[in-house]
């Protein structure tokens, strides 16, 4: 009760009055003093095929992270199995893409053409689609992410509600990343898709690539979808991962 305040919107997450940060309490436990490279997977688009979301959510390992699209029915319910679960969890928001309104990412997306008060109207609707999150990201707002005006906006809300950003890198031009460190958002980024071609032998090349930056950096983060065939390969990769040297992590992990 301490992380939320009622409004017509719903439960939305605060900062509680003693400092405590929603992203921080709702994060799944990791032993951060642990030496080796950390390698962080965001599966997105959850909740969006119910026999997808439960397959993913009963199959794959706890410190996968999962991004509930905000438009799926009953994602509260699905945020709360997937802590039930073990996993930590994310909004998925839908934001203005380049190509818009050719492609419409939804009802009540974030638009660059929106009025501040509007924007933000918004956003604390999806913020109270449900609680127990640590954060927000998009997947479709390429021309969004990219206006460092209305990114300010988002990431100064985001911050005064604790909450953590995952800049998916919906384009190469996203400004989330930069500006959220510069403003001292908890931030991950993400460094590659690993089934924009879903193939087994991409996939497991893709991940091996992840292992390589994990190695360099310390640590990375990828993002995929809840496709069977990723799904397969995921579960099988993973098993052998502490084997060679590398630690799963979820997203809060590795936040800069």
Do not use: C
Request: proline share 7%; aromatic share 6%.
């Amino acid at each position: 009760q301490r992380l939320v305040e009622t409004t017509p919107d719903g439960l939305l997450p605060v900062v509680s009055k003693n400092g405590l940060q929603p992203w921080q309490v709702y994060a799944r436990p990791f032993d951060h003093q642990d030496p080796r490279p950390r390698i962080a997977v965001v599966i997105g688009d959850m909740g969006l095929s119910r026999v997808a979301t439960d397959t993913e959510l009963h199959r794959l390992p706890a410190n996968v992270t999962m991004a509930f699209d905000v438009h799926a029915e009953a994602v509260d319910a699905w945020l709360e199995r997937a802590r039930h679960e073990g996993h930590e969890t994310l909004l998925s928001i839908p934001m203005e893409p380049y190509d818009y309104p050719r492609s419409d990412p939804g009802p009540q997306s974030l638009l660059t053409t929106l009025p501040d008060s509007d924007l933000i109207g918004r956003l604390n609707k999806f913020l109270g689609k449900g609680v127990g999150y640590v954060g927000v990201t998009t997947l479709t707002g390429s021309r969004f992410s990219a206006d460092k005006d209305k990114v300010a906006l988002l990431l100064e809300a985001l911050k005064k509600r604790g909450l953590m950003v995952y800049d998916s890198q919906v384009t190469r031009n996203s400004v989330l990343g930069i500006m959220a460190e510069k403003m001292h958002v908890p931030v991950a980024v993400n460094s590659l898709v690993i089934d924009e071609d879903p193939t087994p032998e991409t996939i497991d090349r893709l991940l091996m690539s992840l292992e390589k930056t994990a190695r360099i950096e310390g640590s990375v983060v990828a993002l995929a979808s809840p496709l069977p065939i990723t799904l397969d390969r995921l579960a099988i990769w993973s098993k052998g991962l502490a084997e060679r040297g590398f630690v799963l992590a979820p997203l809060s992990a590795v936040v800069h």
